[in-house]
């Protein structure tokens, strides 16, 4: 069983489309997270959410919009995607804010 | 406020050798610490974790990590280098009811 799984794996999109990841996880988890991994390997935090309240936005442009339904699931939505989007987008869970992390395997979108 | 640093974005070491990848943190409690992996086209994976128990920190794959709080450092060692170990190598602090913080990361060679 996988503990926290991403949906597609891949995306392959063209400038101005919109586009969403998906994320569940069955660790029982409270916090879920979504991170931007550019090129350069670096891992930058997007949003958290802890039992379907966001806790966490960092400085991502408004066309970012992460939404949980329950505390199992949390989507990503991106409107009008700009070359600049292109990155693997992590989703991850953990039992608190400050806990250990456990991430899916990543969604690789690439904007032309 | 927390932030983490590791010294050397690559390291190379011979099959057999001595494996040492750096990180120092800042944090105005006691940290948590970790050290997460990630191979090719995979989600990270914890390798270990310091939760102000036993100072050294053994985790699996044979890797190990020391905390020295007059050093702020979190070194992350291994005996012998395996051609398996080469991947991507994240250092991470974080703070009880705080977010994580990740370091920039380290791209480990392992040359045959």
């Known amino acids: 069983d996988t503990a926290v799984s991403q949906t597609p794996k891949y995306l392959v999109t063209q400038m101005g489309n919109d586009k969403s990841i998906k994320c569940e996880q069955n660790l029982g988890h409270d916090t879920m997270y979504w991170y931007k991994q550019d090129s350069k390997k670096f891992l930058k935090i997007m949003f958290s959410?802890?039992?379907?309240?966001?806790?966490i936005n960092e400085t991502v442009p408004n066309r970012f919009s992460p939404k949980s339904p329950d505390k199992a699931h949390l989507n990503l939505h991106i409107n009008s995607l700009e070359l600049g989007d292109s990155a693997v987008y992590f989703c991850?869970?953990?039992?608190?804010?400050?806990?250990?992390?456990?991430f899916g395997e990543g969604s690789r979108l690439t904007v032309l | 406020a927390q932030s983490v640093t590791q010294l050397g974005s690559h390291v190379s070491v011979s099959e057999g050798a001595l494996v040492l990848l750096r990180c120092n943190y800042s944090s105005s409690v006691p940290p948590y610490l970790f050290w997460y992996v990630q191979y090719p086209n995979q989600g990270l994976q914890l390798l270990l974790k310091?939760?102000?128990?036993?100072?050294l920190v053994k985790g699996i794959n044979g890797f190990e990590a020391e905390f020295k709080k007059s050093e702020t450092s979190f070194h992350l060692t291994k005996p012998s280098a395996h051609m398996s170990d080469a991947a991507e190598y994240f250092c991470a602090v974080s703070e009880p009811g705080n977010q994580f913080y990740f370091g920039t990361g380290t791209s480990l060679t392992v040359i045959p």
């Open positions: 959410y802890n039992n379907k309240e966001l806790i």
């Open positions: 991850a869970s953990s039992y608190s804010l400050a806990g250990e992390l456990f």
């Open positions: 310091y939760t102000s128990a036993a100072t």
